[in-house]
Structure formats: C-alpha cells, structure tokens
C-alpha cells in the first residue's frame, strides 16, 4: 500500500468526529484535482487534526483580512499551527488559513484567498548578531 494511503487513513481514523472526517475527504478532493500538492494537504490535515471542530467552525465563519486582537482565547492554537501571525497592530490570518477555509472547511463554495497580506512584526532593533 502506498505510503500516503496509509498516512490518510490514519488521518481519517484520528479525526474524531465525522465533520473532520469530511474535512479531511475535501482536502484529499484538492489534492486529487491538483488544487494543492502533498506538502500542503499534510499542512492543513495537521491543522484539522489539532483544532477543535468549534475551532475550526470559528475560523470557517470570521477569518478575514482585519487585525485580529491579542485577546482572543484561540489565538495561541492558530499561531502554533500558522494560521495566525503577530503583525504591528495585532494579529492578521495568515495564507494557510485561507487556504484551510478554501480547500476542507468551506469545499464547495467560492473562496478567494487574498493576494497580500499585513506585514509581519518586525521587533525593533531586529538584527541579530
């Protein structure tokens, strides 16, 4: 059995609710139209397979291109999985999440994943030496 079968299968069976499940189906769709490659289906599968399917829903419904406060109790899982990143004025989706939300959250549906984003945080007196 090839390899990446049986990576997939192990994905599917780790889910732990039949949403991810569909989740994971979607991507394994992307990745079979060519939409996405090997590389970045494990990404996003790792981000399924980590966040909480309220999580994820959360994303789903208010990921956009505004900065996102500090505060917010999801935060440090996004950053972890690179969802997030700390930008000057807070926090901004990265790609990877709009490519989440376009390839399994939100399949069937038109998503546009923006062509620029903010900025990262540059803290000051970057260099290092």
């Known amino acids: 059995m090839n390899e990446y079968a049986k990576r997939l299968i192990k994905l599917i069976d780790d889910c732990g609710t039949k949403q991810k499940a569909r989740y994971i189906a979607s991507l394994t769709r ?5 939409q996405i490659d090997t590389q970045k289906f494990f990404q996003l599968s790792r981000c399924i397979r980590n966040l909480t399917e309220e999580d994820l829903l959360f994303l789903s419904e208010n990921i956009d291109q505004r900065n996102v406060s500090g505060e917010n109790d ?12 700390e930008t000057n004025n807070g926090f901004s989706y990265s790609k990877r999440a ?6 399994a959250l939100c399949y069937e549906k038109q998503i546009a994943i923006p062509e620029s984003f903010p900025k990262k945080h540059t803290p000051l007196g970057g260099s290092c030496r």
């Open 98 to 103: 709009f490519e989440l939300k376009k390839y």
């Open 30 to 34: 992307a990745l079979l139209s060519k």
């Open 74 to 85: 999801y935060v440090a899982d996004y950053r972890a999985l690179g969802l997030l990143y």
